[in-house]
C-alpha cells in the first residue's frame, strides 16, 4: 500500500508561483504513475498532470498547459507540481494520487490519494 502526502499549498497572490509536493512510501516507487488532481471549492475534483515515474512521461490538462508543471525525484519518492503565473480560479485543493492506469484523467484510474493541500490565489 502507498499513502501520498501533500504539502506545499497556501496563500499566494496573483501572478505568484507555488511548487507542490506529493511523498509516497514504497520501496517500487519508481514502478508507479502519480497524477495530480484539483477541487476547486463547490465544483468537481478535476485532472491537472500526470506523470510516469519510470519514463518520465507527462501529460496535462489542457487548462493548465504551459503553467503546470509535474516533475519526479524518485530519489526522494516525491513528485511536484510547479504551478506558476497564478490566477484566482486556481484556488483549489489540490490532491496526488497514485495510478493503476497511467496518464489517465479518470479519477476512477486512481487508487491511493493523499489528504490533499489547500492553495488559494489572492486577487
Known amino acids: 500500500q502507498v499513502q501520498p502526502v501533500e504539502s506545499g499549498g497556501g496563500l499566494v497572490q496573483a501572478g505568484g508561483s507555488v511548487r507542490l509536493s506529493c511523498a509516497a512510501s514504497?520501496?517500487?516507487?519508481?514502478?508507479?504513475?502519480m497524477g495530480w488532481f484539483r477541487q476547486p471549492p463547490g465544483k468537481e475534483r478535476e485532472f491537472v498532470a500526470a506523470?510516469?515515474?519510470?519514463?518520465?512521461?507527462?501529460a496535462y490538462a489542457d487548462s493548465v498547459k504551459g503553467r503546470f508543471t509535474i516533475s519526479r525525484d524518485n530519489t526522494k519518492n516525491t513528485v511536484f507540481l510547479q504551478v506558476n503565473s497564478l490566477k484566482p480560479e486556481d484556488t483549489a485543493v489540490y490532491y496526488c494520487?497514485?495510478?493503476?492506469?497511467?496518464?489517465?484523467?479518470?479519477?476512477?484510474?486512481?487508487?491511493?490519494w493523499g489528504q490533499g493541500t489547500q492553495v488559494t490565489v489572492s486577487s
Open positions: 494520487a497514485v495510478g493503476v492506469v497511467c496518464m489517465s484523467p479518470d479519477e476512477q484510474k486512481y487508487r491511493f
Open positions: 514504497g520501496r517500487t516507487f519508481s514502478s508507479y504513475c
Open positions: 506523470i510516469n515515474l519510470r519514463s518520465g512521461s507527462t
